[in-house]
């Protein structure tokens, strides 16, 4: 018996390195621990993930490997993810007559930056809102695209301008794409946002 149990013991550790040492893994773990609740303790990778959050909030007042969660409509912006590894969350799509979309959340240092919300709706006598901003990558990761303006069937109302893509991650990664402009159906479009720049790195050696 004393064998035995030593035997499952070894294979959960060889299971727990494993997972450990697989990039792979790692994506998964970190959208468990991303939650307001422990992951179950049957995933060792995400229960660890989760408790280095725990250290890294009491320490550095930020979790270290955290998706951000995406924006709503009483903090539009989304969150940004973790300080060493996760993605930002998503800006709001915004609802409200003349409102903006929330941008999206920066990305840690190994993540994508979060795609802009869209922007909220035109009326007569009030400019319908830009697509919020998409967020930075900040190492390795691409830059989140810009929140799309919002599309006029009203005579006379403009369409939305669109929001300006993420930076690309200074290491590599992609600048995020520009939001669209609106269309417009008996006035004028709007103007779509400026791509996200791409990494420094490249852009300055080339």
């Known amino acids: 018996q004393a064998l035995n149990e030593a035997g499952q013991a070894f294979r959960g550790a060889e299971a727990l390195a494993t997972q450990a040492f697989n990039p ?12 307001s609740s422990p992951p179950p303790r049957t995933d060792p990778s995400a229960t660890v993930t989760y408790e280095l959050n725990q ?42 007559t003349g409102g903006n979309g929330g941008n ?10 979060g795609a802009g919300g869209t922007g909220g709706p035109g009326a007569v006598g009030v400019a319908p ?6 967020g930075a990558a900040v190492w390795q990761g691409n830059g989140g695209a810009g929140g799309a303006g919002w599309n ?4 006379g109302v403009n369409g939305g301008n669109g929001g300006v893509g993420g930076q690309g991650g200074f290491f590599s990664g992609v600048g995020g794409p520009g939001g669209a402009g609106g269309s417009a159906t008996d006035a004028t479009g709007g103007t779509g946002g400026a791509g996200g720049r791409v990494s420094p790195k490249w852009s300055s050696s080339c």
């Not at 792979?24 to 939650?35: F, H, K, L, P």
């Not at 999206?104 to 930056?113: D, S, T, V």
């Not at 006029?152 to 005579?155: A, G």
């Open 24 to 35: 792979a893994t790692w994506w998964a773990a970190v959208a468990e621990a991303s939650g």
């Open 55 to 96: 250290t890294g909030d009491k320490l550095f007042g930020e979790p270290l490997f955290y998706d951000g969660a995406n924006g709503t409509a009483s903090s539009p912006n989304g969150q940004n993810g973790g300080l060493l590894l996760g993605n930002g969350g998503n800006g709001w799509n915004s609802t409200v």
């Open 104 to 113: 999206g959340g920066m990305a840690g240092i190994l993540g994508n930056g």
């Open 129 to 134: 809102g830009t697509g919020g901003n998409g």
């Open 152 to 155: 006029s069937t009203i005579s």
